[in-house]
Every structure is written in C-alpha cells, then in structure tokens.
C-alpha cells in the first residue's frame, strides 16, 4: 500500500468514493485461445473508431465536452476532453468525420470553455456540462486543477496545429485556442515563494491541497505548456526544483529492465508513459537523465512482464491479457500497477501502448475483440475486466478511451506527434528544460528485446503490410535480415544517419545486422 499512496499525485484514489460502478459476470475462460481469422488492421480501425465515437457520438449534448465517464450525466472532464480533441483530429484526418463538422463541434467546445469556470486561468478536473460550473472533484478540490488543464490544452493546440485553413471558421478557431491558452496562469500556480509548482488552487481552501507536481508521473506537458506560455511563463528552475526528484538518473531494475527514471522505487501504472505523450513524441527526447523512448517502451515491458512472470497465476493474465493502469475494478476505480494489482486488466493499458510495442498491443487486442467479447460495446471496449474475480465493467471513462485513439493514430501515422512537437513555442520550451534530440550510436535505437528470450518480436505494420525496423548508423554501411543458418534473405544500403528499414518476408526467427566500417551489430528478430 506504501507505494500505491504515491499515486496520489493524481488523486485517482479519490475515484473509489465518488464512482457509482456497474458490473457484470465474465463467462470467458482465464485461458485464451486467439485466432487469426480477421485482420489487424480490420480489428485497430474498428477499435480506433468505435473509442473515439465516445468522444463524438457520446459527448455532452449541450457543451461538446466529454463525460467524465458514460454515466456521469452533466459532468464532464477537462483533461479527458483533451484527450478527445486529439481523437478529433485524427478522427478527421482519416475521413470519419468531415473538416467541417470537426470545426464546428471545436467551436463549441471551445466557446464552452471560454465561458465556464476558470481558476486564475486553469480549468477544473470536471465542470458541469450543462452550466460550465465547477463539479468538485473532492472537498477541497473544487479549483484549478493544472494538470488537467495542461491534457485539455496540449488537445487544444494540436487542433490549433491541424486546422490551417485560412477561411474564416479555422482562422476563428486557432485564435480562439490561442486565446483560451494565453489565459492560463501557469505562473499563479508557482507563486507560493518556494519555487515550486502546484497542482490545485481553490478560491474557497487555498492551497490546502498541497501537491506539488513533482516527477516521475503523468505530469511532464504540464511544465512543457507552463514554461511555452507566451503570458504567464514558469521560470525553468520551478522544473528543476519541483519536477526533478531523487528518482531521476538513477539506474534501478524492475523485471529485468533497467530505467533511469522512477519515483519512490518504483515505476507506476501505464498511464505515466501515455498522458504526457498523445503529443510529446519520446522517440525525439532525451536529457540529462534518461532517454525518453527507452524510458516508456521499458514502462510497458515491465508492466508486461509483471503481468506474465510475476503476477499469481489465479489472475489468469498471460501474454494476450495483460496490463495494469488506473482504471475501474471490482472495488472501484484505483491505480493498478504491479506494486498493487489485484487482477484488473484495463484495454486502455496495452492498446494505448501499441505506439511503443505493436506486437504485444495487437495480441491483446486481438485476444479481447475476438474472445471477451462482452467487454465490446457501442464505444469500443468498457473500461476494465477481472478475470479471477469474474467480474467486467461495463462503462467508459474518457481518461481511458482518449489515449486510445490517440496512441493508436501516433503509432499508425505519428500525426498528433508531429503536429504537437512542431509548434515553435513546445519546441523553445523542450530546449529550455533541457531536452534535446537524442544522442544515437549505430544500432536499432527503438528496438527494447523481451527479457526472457532476449528477442524483438515484430509484426507487419497494418497499413502497409511490410515489416518496420528503425536503425540508426554511425558510418554508412548495410542492413542485412539472415536466416538462423547465415543465409541473407534481404540486403539494404544505408547512409550514415536515422533509417526506417522496411521488407517483407516470411515468419520466422532471423538475424539483424547492421554493418558499418567499424561496426558489426546485431540483434535476433521474431517475425510474426
């Protein structure tokens, strides 16, 4: 329990109390047998689409904002709306739903927004849909909430990036966006006299909360928008003085994979390596304590790995069912991870993984869309499912869903993150807290092997049917894909620098090479 009481940085302990929860009875067998009859890219756009109908189809009628969960009825959460105006965009960029209407619907959200309850600038964790008052989240969190407001605005600007077009509606609404961001007080939130950062404000309790928004958690685009805002700026030293704790830089090993960043000894729920990211892209960050790629990928691994080799045997989990985040349960809503899991498994945590491991995300979405087919419903998968205790939730949660989409859309065409991380003002700030693109020497830099075999599975990227291999070379030289007995099967030149490696070949376990005038690297590949 010690390490759970961490995650209050969020406050999501607070969610067992105030969640009404709905359940009923797994029939399913613990043990799954998958089959391979519909395609993985039939099965991720329908997962994609139907979750981010939740957004579209099922947001509030009045403010456009997303229910805080499916039967929340007027309360509505900012961050989780965030969350969904990414969902927006890639819902428009792939034709689901039309420019126009997407505009429209941004134009109400925003004008909503606009009009409801702020606090020195910063939004609460939940509004009233209906009136844009505050819903007190807690007792004394009835205020800003930074955080959140930071997931509501990182969406914001990526609409702000995506919508270009000079006519008058997205003109409106990027000055509109620009607007609402400019009116934030990041700043307020630090102005305590001890250089640091909070998360609350309240005009009725103060600072009674007392939170500082200290690392490592789901928090960093806090302080990349705060110290970006071109009004209300942080000084890079409350980063330093707040964000950066013991845990940073220093090397410790969970399931046999090292990370250089984690908080109180230990590494979390999976939601700290998918909130900050729908638009800050890990595959271009690294600083003084850790490469960021490396960092999430291996968040996920050991999250996996948990659930596989060290979880008990009675949750049932196994290589298609697997992954602990915050999520509901059967006791209410909390913050699973492996320093405290009682078999709850969340969809959200392995699919929102796929941009950082596609193959172990596909295999359980697979195994869910084909074999537990009462966690699908009108909006995608319902929130969670334990096995061992036979029960399935049969809600949505918009802090759920959202990175779905969105994480979904980073790993298929890398959209929000590119949009997001070409905005001048994210990119001075990431230079300004230090962050800076990663230092590579020849070798398959994305790629982290499963721990027991010590192999990188792959699987063919759904929308192009090839396999992908992101290598990077000190020199010019050549990628080689030989079988276990030294045949080559492909051969490709490369210039010295960052290459994406694509080929197509049978299933099987090969050999990757990378050669180079005075390297010779390589790396045992899964083909699936």
């Not at 704790?245 to 230990?266: D, L, R």
């Not at 509901?328 to 320093?339: L, V």
């Not at 994305?446 to 721990?451: A, D, I, K, M, R």
Request: glycine share 8%; with cysteine.
């Amino acid at each position: 329990m010690k390490n759970l009481l961490v995650v209050t940085y969020s406050l999501l302990l607070l969610w067992t109390a105030v969640s009404c929860k709905k359940e009923q009875n797994v029939t399913e067998s613990p043990t799954d047998s998958v089959t391979t009859s519909i395609p993985d890219l039939t099965i991720m756009n329908e997962v994609q689409k139907a979750s981010f109908g939740y957004f579209w189809d099922g947001a509030h009628t009045s403010s456009g904002m997303a229910l805080e969960r499916s039967s929340s009825g007027d309360v509505v959460t900012t961050g989780g709306t965030g969350f969904g105006i990414a969902g927006i965009v890639a819902a428009t960029s792939r034709g689901w739903i039309s420019r126009t209407d997407a505009v429209n619907r941004l134009r109400i959200i925003c004008n909503f927004l606009a009009a409801a309850d702020r606090f020195h600038g910063a939004w609460p964790h939940w509004l009233n849909g209906a009136t844009g008052k505050v819903q007190p989240f807690s007792t004394y969190d009835n205020g800003g909430d930074l955080v959140e407001t930071a997931f509501l605005v990182n969406g914001l600007l990526i609409a702000r990036a995506y919508f270009t077009g000079s006519d008058t509606a997205e003109t409106h609404l990027r000055n509109t966006i620009t607007t609402l961001y400019e009116g934030v007080e990041w700043n307020w939130y630090a102005s305590r006299g001890d250089n640091k950062l909070y998360w609350h404000w309240s005009p009725d309790y103060d600072w009674t909360m007392n939170m500082p928004v200290t690392g490592w958690n789901e928090a960093l685009i806090t302080y990349v928008l705060a110290v970006a805002s071109p009004t209300h700026p942080i000084d890079v030293s409350v980063y330093n003085n707040t964000w950066i704790t013991s845990g940073f830089g220093v090397q410790n090993t969970y399931q046999g994979y090292t990370v250089s960043i984690s908080s109180n000894n230990y590494i979390g729920p999976l939601f700290f390596s998918h909130y900050s990211f729908i638009g800050l892209d890990p595959r271009q960050l690294e600083d003084n304590y850790t490469n960021y790629w490396q960092q999430v990928v291996k968040h996920v691994m050991i999250n996996r790995s948990y659930c596989i080799y060290g979880a008990p045997s009675t949750y049932g989990y196994s290589a298609t069912l697997w992954g602990l985040t915050a999520s509901d349960g059967p006791d209410g809503y909390n913050a699973f991870q492996p320093a405290s899991d009682n078999g709850t498994i969340a969809p959200t945590a392995a699919l929102s993984s796929i941009a950082y491991t596609p193959y172990y995300s596909l295999q359980v979405m697979r195994n869910l869309y084909e074999n537990k087919k009462a966690l699908y419903g009108k909006y995608g998968f319902y929130d969670a499912l334990n096995v061992s205790r036979s029960w399935m939730d049969n809600e949505y949660l918009a802090i759920d869903q959202g990175p779905i989409v969105a994480m979904i859309e980073n790993y298929r065409s890398g959209l929000l993150w590119n949009l997001f991380m070409n905005i001048s003002e994210v990119k001075t700030s990431l230079s300004q807290l230090g962050f800076h693109t990663p230092v590579r020497s020849t070798g398959f830099y994305l790629s982290v092997p499963e721990v027991e075999n010590k192999v990188v599975d792959l699987v063919k990227h759904p929308d192009v049917g090839t396999y992908q291999l992101d290598v990077y070379m000190t020199t010019a030289g050549t990628f080689t894909l030989e079988k276990t007995d030294g045949t080559v099967v492909s051969t490709t030149s490369l210039n010295a620098g960052s290459t994406q490696v694509t080929f197509n070949t049978s299933a099987g376990k090969y050999t990757a090479r990378l050669k180079g005038s005075s390297d010779n690297i390589i790396q045992v590949v899964q083909l699936h």
